[in-house]
Nanobody, 124 residues
Framework: QVQLVESGGGLVQPGGSLRLSCAAS????????VGWFRQAPGKEREGVSC????????YFVDSVKGRFTISRDNAKNTVYLQMNKLKPEDTAVYYC?????????????????WGQGTQVTVSS
């Protein structure tokens, strides 16, 4: 059974940092592309970042470029989203997702299997 569990969210002041984790069970996450999405109240869900398998190529939405990084640790079956210089507009529930493909792109993030989400609140 495919299961994804996010963790690492919380309350942080503007300019602060958080690292989100997406831990997988039931399959080897390292073989698949993994995306991070977020949804703020009253807004549509948006893709934030994605990492392909194999070459670990990465993609970011313009609003987080230069502030967020994505990485994977296959030994821990986990993908991370490091978020620096956080802004109030980054406040949202963050979800990780994966699918059966190995690659993502600027226009495609996997969305077949989802975690339950973790809340990130950026506020002073």
């Amino acid at each position: 059974q495919v299961q994804l569990v996010e963790s690492g969210g919380g309350l942080v002041q503007p300019g602060g940092s958080l690292r989100l984790s997406c831990a997988a069970s039931g399959f080897a996450l390292g073989y698949y592309a993994v995306g991070w999405f977020r949804q703020a109240p009253g807004k549509e869900r948006e893709g934030v970042s994605c990492i392909s398998s194999g070459d670990d190529s990465t993609y970011f939405v313009d609003s987080v470029k230069g502030r967020f990084t994505i990485s994977r640790d296959n030994a821990k079956n986990t993908v991370y989203l490091q978020m620096n210089k956080l802004k109030p507009e980054d406040t949202a529930v963050y979800y990780c997702a994966t699918g059966r493909g190995r690659y993502c792109s600027g226009s495609y993030y996997p969305d077949e299997y989802w975690g339950q989400g973790t809340q990130v609140t950026v506020s002073s």
